[in-house]
């Protein structure tokens, strides 16, 4: 069992599901073994819920559930039935989505994304790590899939004192899928492709290509690895769709995806950092679209990495022909969507540009936000015209 500390369960019963280290009263911390499983009390002794525990972690404590249950492969799957329920429901027609996104489908530090009959799985706790084979169990009686594979290379894993790991855990699957996104197809590299092979937190957003790309319009995709962006560009009308990423693999991605929908002829790629590409370049394009990965990994990180986020898209937008659009994303966890708009008007200030909001969107519907963690909140995606 796990007590908490007077007042300090305040958080927990408005939905939270985090219990982070200085609100632990007892036992001491150093005793938890990490991954273990414990009833998590308040300083009176009710009940709160079901957590697994990891002392080499802030966040010592997480909830699984918030009655007395086994945690177990049933427990698992009646999680990701509810789960894909959802996705089903939303996706009737598609067969690639986030199946599970941890918190928000109640099932902390367990990521699964599904590519067909493949599913890629990233476990990021030390709690998740010890239920693996729960979980694989309860996909495997869930979905059948031909194939299970776990991506355990995440960064975020260190913070648990976990170590990176990539193997397959179910059936077989090939290096390569293909998906399909709007009518467009796209390869996902299941074995050695960013986070989980594809980005697909920005599926419901590439669409808007169709609204903001016009027939002729040259295009610039910048941090581009697969070229989704771009590609997405090209099938709106782009004659021209510059693709720039500093991964000779993305790249290659990219030009694949081009040739897969018929589009290499106008798709000029790039090997560069994408703000080098940005220092040296002086050509101007009608669309701008910034996707970097996270600038802040953490909290202590947020000051340097806005200085990131205001001077790529400064660069970014001194590239935009006047009247054209700018779309700027940011997936840091720690950055609030307020915060981002204001580090996108101090770089039209610094750029000498008014910049125009047409359209503000975030992660897809399969990426959820639970409202009682704003954690689960983390991708902004802004649509400008630059005046």
Not at 315 to 319: C, E, H, T, V
């Given at each position: 069992m796990i007590r908490l500390k007077k007042n300090s369960d305040r958080r927990v019963r408005k939905g939270h599901q985090?219990?982070?280290?200085?609100?632990i009263a007892d036992p001491p911390i150093p005793e938890l073994e990490p991954g273990s499983l414990h009833e998590l009390r308040d300083w009176r002794g009710e009940f709160l819920g079901m957590v697994y525990a990891n002392p080499a972690s802030l966040i010592t404590a997480r909830i699984l559930s918030r009655k007395k249950v086994?945690?177990?492969?049933?427990?698992?799957?009646?999680?990701?039935?509810?789960?894909?329920?959802?996705?089903?429901?939303?996706?009737?027609?598609r067969d690639n989505y986030r199946l599970v996104f941890g918190e928000s489908d109640f099932l902390p530090g367990l990521v699964v994304d599904r590519y067909g009959d493949v599913l890629v799985v990233q476990s990021l706790t030390a709690g998740m790590d010890r239920l693996m084979d729960a979980a694989t169990e309860a996909l495997v009686e869930t979905l059948s899939p031909a194939?299970?594979?776990?991506?355990?290379?995440?960064?975020?894993?260190?913070l648990e004192g976990l170590t990176e790991e990539k193997r397959l855990v179910h059936g077989?699957?090939?290096?390569?899928?293909?998906?399909n996104s709007w009518g467009l197809s796209f390869l996902v590299d299941i074995l050695n492709g960013q986070k989980t092979g594809f980005f697909l937190d920005q599926e419901s957003n590439r669409p808007l290509m169709r609204q903001y790309v016009f027939p002729g319009a040259r295009v610039l995709d910048?941090?581009?690895?697969?070229?989704?962006?771009?590609?997405?560009?090209?099938a709106a009308g782009a004659s021209e769709v510059t693709v720039v990423d500093s991964s000779r693999g993305a790249l290659n991605l990219a030009i694949a995806n081009a040739g897969l929908n018929h589009m290499e002829d106008r798709l000029i790629p790039v090997k560069e950092l994408a703000i080098e590409f940005l220092k040296k370049s002086r050509e101007q394009w009608d669309?701008?679209?910034?996707?970097?990965?996270?600038?802040?990994?953490s909290r202590t990180r947020i000051k340097e990495g806005l200085k990131g986020y205001v001077d790529v898209n400064r660069?970014?937008?001194?590239?935009v022909n006047p009247g054209g659009i700018l779309v700027s994303c940011s997936c840091s966890h720690h950055l609030d969507a307020a915060?981002?708009?204001?580090?996108?008007?101090?770089?039209?200030?610094?750029?000498?540009?008014?910049?125009?909001?047409?359209?503000?969107?975030?992660?897809?519907?399969?990426?959820?936000?639970?409202?009682?963690?704003?954690?689960?909140?983390?991708?902004?995606?802004v649509v400008a015209q630059v005046m």
């Open positions: 985090w219990v982070f280290s200085n609100e086994d945690i177990d492969a049933l427990f698992f799957e009646e999680r990701i039935k509810t789960a894909l329920q959802l996705r089903t429901r939303l996706f009737p027609d194939g299970i594979f776990l991506r355990n290379d995440s960064h975020a894993r260190t077989a699957v090939p290096v390569n899928v293909t998906i910048l941090f581009c690895y697969t070229g989704a962006w771009g590609i997405h560009a090209a669309v701008v679209i910034l996707d970097p990965p996270a600038f802040i990994k660069r970014g937008l001194l590239r915060t981002f708009e204001g580090a996108l008007l101090s770089a039209a200030q610094q750029g000498g540009r008014d910049l125009r909001i047409l359209d503000v969107r975030g992660q897809g519907p399969d990426h959820p936000i639970l409202l009682s963690m704003p954690e689960t909140r983390y991708l902004k995606v």
